[in-house]
């Protein structure tokens, strides 16, 4: 888990420090006591025995059907290749459309990742200053692994957050891709069905089920990647910007055609036509992938020649466009910072019945009812109102699916929000309303019938999981 908290000052409990810490907080556990918790949260909980469940599942654990490497397999499977858009119009804005991570500075602090991206990138891609600095392109994910009685099926949904630490003004930007996967039984690759994609343009849930000419894949023994558009940082009335993501509406085999021609770097995409990309980025788990495209990781030693320099206009032939690796991570990797008002402000409480650790085991967020803040702090903006992942639509699926901005928060009820809520889409469109969503369009996990929906049939609510080594 990274650690994350004011300047270099770490945020992460004392008990982290204890070597018999967990072998302590287990016998809490069995004796119902209290849960034990870090004095610095201490202050924003209310923990009581009431609040435990009556049979505790640690998430920690492996859970029958689904293992951590068996859902690791399927994040990597799914994977997306991103064709990147810049608008990288001169030496200071270089490498400004990369993907990153919350903690490219190595500062332990996210508020100022924009003033850092904006003021010190070109200093790292240019003169090879920040030496400390670390890229590592970033998609944050999470699964969310169900029994589906409606549909009498075994579903996975995949989440994928691509981070930037600026849109245009603005602090992190928070596009998602959403995959959901229907009939699985085992590892991926073994019979399963996609069921559909759903990316961010905005406010926008852009939705598409499988198949369709809008859904097109990279395919290869390791994995079947949707390909992704995705626009530059900047803002743009006329064209698609900020950020936005679409469907690449060209087959792989156009893709490769497009490679061997060396042509220049366009391909058509939803709602837009033909557009301009100068930037490829594809998963470093897939060898094969990542041979075809000769990506590279980025390091300070090959970051200027990784950065395409080029603005949102200028056209490049293949050979031109830079190729690129990232990383999977964990949404649950960002989960701890939340409880940090240095990172962010207004605070939301949620009832925590699972424990977040680290890959290792460590205590990170207790269980119990649990104050977090969700809206980002920026150092050059106090009014930025940008929303973390505790309070975004998509973190909880309470979104109208295929549909501009509609969300239905107050079906999470009254705070404290139940952790394992989440509404999982079932790929249909509906009319619109917040009723026919509910009624038709999915079901409601941790509600009714599927209360238990995460420590039964194989449940695995990975928004709150940290699978992945940093």
Not at 7 to 26: D, E, R, V
Not at 315 to 339: F, N
Not at 405 to 410: A, E, T, V
Request: contains cysteine; charged residues 25%; negative net charge.
């Amino acid at each position: 888990m990274k650690q994350f908290g004011i300047g270099n000052k770490k945020f992460i409990s004392k008990q982290a420090m204890q070597g018999t810490f967990m072998l302590f907080l287990a016998c809490c556990f069995l004796s119902g006591m209290q849960a034990c918790t870090n004095d610095r949260w201490e202050v924003n909980r209310q923990t009581t025995a009431a609040e435990q469940p009556v049979q505790f599942v640690s998430q920690s654990e492996l859970i029958a059907g689904s293992s951590h490497e068996q859902i690791r397999s399927y994040l990597h499977y799914y994977s997306p290749v991103i064709f990147k858009q810049a608008n990288e119009y001169d030496d200071n804005h270089k490498g400004h459309d990369w993907i990153t991570n919350f903690n490219f500075d190595q500062d332990n602090y996210l508020a100022n990742n924009k003033e850092n991206w904006s003021d010190e990138l070109k200093k790292y891609v240019n003169q090879g200053e920040h030496p400390d600095w670390q890229i590592r392109p970033t998609l944050y994910s999470a699964a969310i692994r169900f029994y589906d009685q409606s549909l009498q099926t075994n579903s996975i949904i995949l989440l994928y957050h691509v981070y930037h630490a600026k849109q245009r003004y603005e602090i992190h930007d928070w596009e998602r891709i959403e995959i959901r996967i229907d009939n699985v039984h085992g590892g991926p690759g073994s019979g399963e069905e996609i069921n559909y994609v759903v990316i961010t343009r905005h406010s926008l849930h852009n939705a598409r089920e499988y198949p369709d000419p809008d859904l097109n894949f990279m395919t290869t023994s390791a994995g079947k990647h949707v390909m992704i558009w995705q626009a530059d940082w900047d803002f743009n009335p006329f064209n698609p910007s900020q950020g936005e993501l679409h469907f690449v509406e060209e087959s792989w085999s156009d893709i490769t055609a497009l490679d061997a021609n060396n042509a220049t770097a366009k391909v058509d995409i939803n709602n837009e036509g033909k557009s301009r990309f100068h930037y490829i980025f594809v998963d470093q788990s897939d060898t094969e992938a990542t041979s075809f495209w000769k990506a590279q990781a980025i390091q300070n030693d090959n970051a200027s020649s990784l950065a395409s320099g080029k603005d949102q206009y200028s056209g490049v032939p293949m050979s031109e466009v830079k190729r690129i690796t990232y990383e999977l991570q964990d949404l649950a990797d960002i989960i701890p910072t939340h409880l940090d008002p240095a990172n962010w402000k207004d605070d939301l409480s949620i009832n925590m019945v699972t424990p977040v650790t680290d890959e290792n085991g460590t205590l990170e967020v207790s269980t119990g009812v649990t104050t977090f803040y969700y809206t980002a702090l920026d150092t050059q903006d106090p009014d930025e109102d940008r929303k973390g992942y505790i309070r975004k639509h998509w973190f909880w699926g309470v979104y109208i699916y295929g549909t501009e901005g509609d969300n239905f928060y107050s079906e999470l009820g009254p705070e404290p929000w139940f952790q394992h809520f989440y509404f999982a889409h079932n790929g249909t469109q509906g009319d619109g309303s917040v009723e026919d969503e509910l009624e038709n369009r999915g079901i409601f996990l941790g509600k009714e019938e599927y209360a238990n929906w995460n420590t039964s049939d194989g449940g695995f609510d990975g928004r709150w999981v940290q699978l992945f080594p940093d």
